[in-house]
Structures are given as structure tokens and as C-alpha cells.
């Protein structure tokens, strides 16, 4: 058995520059899986970028930037007054459960089925963006069991793994900490790894515009991490530890 990794990117659509940012990490570095926003108003732009790459895709659900996909009357547990998604610091916010599952289960199914239209194939793999609600959880499950897809969920915490497909996964994401390093990170991971689980790394790779920067506070991490994903001496690093980078759909 060989050290297997997945190098995993999400937010595809959140804004053009971080679509950009995703197409160099795609193209001339080492994602080979990538969730894709469907709701926002830079999806086709992104997707129109990487959709002929021979990569993994999925949906990355999103309840919590810009607008829904469903008729916001229907969903209002999920939304302000003037239609668009409650903010994640809203949902971080918030001592107590605000979602309502009937709704939000709505905005899950829809935000598959318009990945279906656009790709004009299931997702790969399905998974869920910066949310953590129980009844979002509940909803992605729902609808995973529903059209038989590869759910990728999160774990109670960091240290534990998750079965997803046929394999052992265990999630590192550590942009959030202080003093982040992407290639610390994976150095000091693949340096403690075993062969019998696979080790999934989350980033954002993205170049900062306008729109990024009116509505996220992760910022200089994204380009950091092309920086890093593109780069020789990462390749350089796996290559000696003999590592090998597979996607979602060797799981």
C-alpha cells in the first residue's frame, strides 16, 4: 500500500477572482477535487472555467452567501428581509437552532438538481459550505441517500475519520488557526500519516476582488494557498514521501 491524499478545494462561484485562483490551482497545481457554489452570481464564470478538467466535482452546498436557489416565501428560516441567505457569522452567532429541516431541505435538493443542469452529470462527491446546523446535516444526508451520492460530511472533530465510499477518511483544515501555513500543515500531517486511511486536506484557493473582499474573512489565506498548491515545492515534498494524490472518485 502506498500514502494516498486528497487535495480537496472548495467555493467555486463565490466571486470571479476566487474562481481565477481555483482554475491556476486546477491547472498548473495539485486540486483534483473541487466543490462548486451553485447559487451565486460568478457560478457560470467559474464553472465555465474548470468543467473540462479531469478532476472530481461536487456540490458545496451553500445556505449562508448570496441567494437561494428555491423561492425565498418558501425558506424563511433561511434568509433576511431582502431575500439573501442569513450570514455565517449569523449562524455562529446564534445559541440555538434556527433552521427549519422542511425548509432547508428544499434549497439542498434544488442546489443539486441545478449541479445536474450545469454539468449535466451528478456531482462526485456532496458535501455542505461553513454551515454548521444539525438540520442543514440532516437535509445533505437526506438528499445524499436519496440520489445515491458519495456524502463527505464532517466529523464530531479533527481527530476522528469518516467512511466515505469504500475508504477510511480523516479531514485536516486548519486555515482558521493563527500562524496557518498550508505546507507546514501537510508537511506535518504526511509526516504522522499511516497507509490504511486516506488523508483529505481542505483549502480555498482564490485571488482576492471586491466582491471576496465585501463578504469573506478569509482573505489572504486563498492566495497563499495557490501559492502553495502550484508550486515545486510541494510536489517536490510528496514526490519524496512517496505520496500519492487521488480524488474523490478512487474513494
Excluded at 477535487?33 to 479531469?54: E, R
Aim: proline share 4%; charged share 25%; with cysteine.
Amino acid at each position: 500500500m502506498s500514502k494516498k491524499v486528497i487535495f480537496r478545494g472548495d467555493d467555486l462561484g463565490y466571486s470571479e477572482g476566487v474562481n481565477y485562483g481555483i482554475h491556476k490551482a486546477v491547472s498548473q497545481g495539485l486540486i483534483r477535487s473541487q466543490g462548486v457554489m451553485v447559487n451565486m452570481p460568478a457560478t457560470q464564470h467559474g464553472v465555465t472555467l474548470v468543467k473540462d478538467y479531469d478532476i472530481a466535482f461536487s456540490v458545496h452546498v451553500n445556505i449562508c452567501n448570496g441567494r437561494p436557489l428555491t423561492d425565498p416565501a418558501l425558506i424563511p428560516s433561511l434568509v433576511t428581509e431582502d431575500g439573501f441567505f442569513k450570514s455565517s457569522t449569523t449562524y455562529r452567532s446564534s445559541k440555538e437552532e434556527f433552521v427549519v429541516y422542511e425548509e432547508v431541505i428544499l434549497e439542498v435538493e434544488a442546489q443539486y438538481l441545478k449541479f445536474t443542469e450545469l454539468f449535466g452529470r451528478k456531482p462526485d462527491y456532496f458535501e455542505g459550505h461553513a454551515v454548521a446546523s444539525q438540520n442543514f446535516f440532516n437535509a445533505l444526508e437526506t438528499i445524499a441517500r436519496k440520489y445515491d451520492l458519495k456524502y463527505s460530511g464532517l466529523p464530531k472533530n479533527f481527530n476522528q475519520s469518516l467512511t466515505i465510499g469504500t475508504s477510511r477518511v480523516r479531514m485536516t483544515m486548519a486555515s482558521m488557526l493563527p500562524d496557518y501555513d498550508p505546507f507546514d500543515m501537510v508537511k506535518t500531517v504526511v509526516e504522522q500519516m499511516s497507509e490504511d486511511i486516506v488523508e483529505l486536506f481542505v483549502f480555498h484557493p482564490g485571488y482576492l476582488d471586491w466582491e471576496l473582499l465585501q463578504t469573506s474573512s478569509m482573505t489572504m489565506i486563498r492566495p497563499q494557498e495557490v501559492a502553495m498548491l502550484t508550486g515545486s515545492k510541494i510536489k517536490t515534498f510528496l514526490d519524496k514521501k512517496k505520496v500519492e494524490l487521488i480524488d474523490y472518485r478512487d474513494l
